[in-house]
């Protein structure tokens, strides 16, 4: 089955500076890729997604970028603020996989003041 | 106008005990599921439904069951409670067929503490 790797497990950035998470996947056959915000009690909500053909996708301060030769993507958050401090998952899945989501471990981020 | 929404948030019980989670979605959407998330905050699926048909089941013990009386709900029945199975249980929906990849919309979370 699916296999999602995710680094760091925590990240602290000083308000301002950039974050970048990475993920890698073992499925070739996967081609969804959404992730996940979630606050500390919270349910998991999602930020952002790519699905496999395109490269890469923004919206204001949040981009994911997608390597499908090396099966890894990335998510990279500019101008941090504090309230981006939460745990980010990333995930995959494919077609006529019963859309199940294979999950990463998480990454706990913490934007400094 | 919650969009996925559970039952109870919170539930405390002693090992042994039977228990239920009740989750209702007013999206309109076909498939439902449950992810277990644990204390290092894993996040792994345990069922999907579609249209009330069971469409993934994660290898969870049959002391879980899900049931879904319309595809607007899915409840999730835990039979003789275990200490391990302390977890935040979420619930959730997308809106298509259970082969597309369609985004999936979490419900806040029942955090079952087992003692």
């Known amino acids: 089955g699916e296999n999602v790797e995710q680094h760091p497990s925590t990240l602290s950035v000083q308000e301002g500076d950039s974050a970048v998470i990475k993920c890698t996947y073992s499925?070739?056959?996967?081609?969804?890729f959404p992730w996940y915000k979630q606050e500390l009690g919270k349910r998991p909500q999602l930020i952002i997604d790519i699905r496999s053909n395109v490269g890469e996708k923004k919206d204001q301060r949040i981009a994911v970028t997608l390597n499908k030769t090396a099966k890894h993507f990335s998510l990279h958050i500019t101008e941090t603020q504090p309230e981006d401090s939460a745990v980010y998952f990333c995930a995959a899945s494919k077609m006529g996989g019963g859309n199940k989501l294979t999950f990463g471990t998480g990454t706990q981020l913490k934007v400094e003041l | 106008d919650t969009a996925v929404s559970q039952t109870p948030k919170y539930l405390v019980t002693q090992m042994g005990n039977d228990k239920s989670i009740k989750c209702e979605q007013n999206l309109g959407h076909d498939t439902m599921y449950w992810y277990k998330q644990d204390s290092k905050k894993f996040l792994k699926i345990m069922f999907s439904y579609n249209n009330k048909e069971l469409i993934i089941n994660e290898t969870v013990p049959n002391r879980f069951s899900p049931k879904s009386p319309d595809k607007a709900h899915l409840n999730l029945h835990i039979n003789s409670l275990e200490l391990g199975d302390s977890a935040v249980y979420f619930c959730a929906s997308s809106q298509g067929l259970a082969q597309s990849t369609d985004t999936q919309y979490f419900g806040p979370g029942t955090r079952l503490t087992v003692l």
């Open positions: 499925d070739s056959a996967s081609n969804y």
